[in-house]
């Protein structure tokens, strides 16, 4: 029985996530192929963010644009501020976080547990509940850069910084390389900040040149498709945010993109649930979603791996598990 080392800080827990085969949900549809999830749960705040939180803070330390004790602040939908909380309190920096009422509340009482000042923005008057429009996202925007200048504070800005991309090209892809024994043919990610999306398929593509790569999106809202939006909210938190221009999105390494409705995204999520015992959020749905689509289409027998982005347990207040 090999026993983990002793971690001397909470960051030394963040990555190395383990990776599962799902087999059962493939074997009831009769569908050929391989899906590889990778549970990125396990992290210490619940989700894939952590990894960039630690990166961007690490590296803004080590260039100096980030003091001792300086506070920082940062637009949230709740996983990056989680971690970024985690990892400011690990380093002696205090945390503000600025999010959308439109994301669920346990999102919020997490980062203030983990001693984060969480400021929430209210939707615009036209956003439905629970679903983070554009506009919503920019009355968020809005009031991350008041709190800047007010608390003369260093911005994350994870939808900017290249610490986001380098997190995943550094470490998430090389992880799902050795764990899947260099045998993925897909990749395939939601479209959020996109940082996964870029790191994880450049370094892919440096180990397999045909690797394909797919982005994400809401069906209603597919902009970085060219399809036009019928409905700029949705239930797929964390993403699909109506933005047309990304500038963390290597376009040249898209494949295809593909859309998931909400309904479809929230019965992935179940299926993920029952029948592999993965307890993910919506946006794992969407992934699990859009691969058991690509597997009855185009990559037939293909291999193709995922993150599970969250837990589920951040979206027990939703309709996401009745």
Not at 67 to 92: F, H, Y
Not at 167 to 189: C, K, M, N, Y
Not at 195 to 213: N, S
Request: hydrophobic letters at 40%; aromatic letters at 6%.
């Amino acid at each position: 029985m090999t026993v983990p080392a002793l971690k001397q800080s909470i960051l030394d827990v963040i990555g190395n996530t383990p990776m599962v085969e799902l087999h059962r949900s493939l074997e009831s549809r009769g569908l050929k192929g391989r899906l590889l999830a990778k549970l990125e749960y396990f992290n210490p705040g619940f989700s894939k963010k952590d990894r960039i939180a630690l990166e961007i803070i690490r590296e803004a330390r080590a260039r100096g644009s980030l003091k001792e004790g300086q506070a920082v602040v940062e637009l949230t939908s709740g996983n990056t501020g989680t971690g970024l909380a985690i990892v400011c309190r690990a380093l002696g920096h205090p945390f503000v976080a600025v999010m959308s009422r439109g994301n669920t509340m346990e999102r919020a009482r997490m980062m203030q547990a983990l001693g984060a000042e969480v400021f929430l923005v209210d939707q615009a008057p036209e956003s439905p509940r629970g679903q983070v429009s554009g506009r919503d996202l920019a009355l968020v925007e809005t009031r991350t850069q008041e709190m800047v200048r007010e608390r003369n504070a260093f911005r994350a800005d994870q939808f900017l910084t290249q610490e986001n991309v380098l997190a995943h090209e550094r470490h998430t892809g090389p992880e799902i390389w050795e764990q899947s024994r260099h045998g993925v043919d897909v990749f395939l990610d939601f479209a959020g900040t996109s940082g996964t999306f870029t790191g994880v398929t450049r370094f892919l593509r440096q180990k397999k040149k045909d690797l394909r790569a797919y982005l994400v999106e809401p069906a209603n809202a597919a902009v970085l498709s060219g399809k036009p939006v019928t409905r700029d909210s949705h239930k797929i938190q964390g993403g699909g945010y109506n933005m047309p221009d990304l500038p963390l999105l290597d376009k040249s390494l898209i494949t295809a993109c593909i859309q998931v409705t909400d309904e479809e995204a929230m019965e992935g999520s179940r299926i993920l649930a029952s029948e592999e015992g993965i307890f993910g959020g919506v946006s794992a749905g969407a992934h699990m979603a859009a691969a058991m689509q690509l597997l009855q289409t185009r990559e037939q027998g293909s291999t193709i791996a995922f993150l599970i982005p969250d837990s589920g347990l951040k979206y027990l207040s939703t309709d996401l598990y009745p």
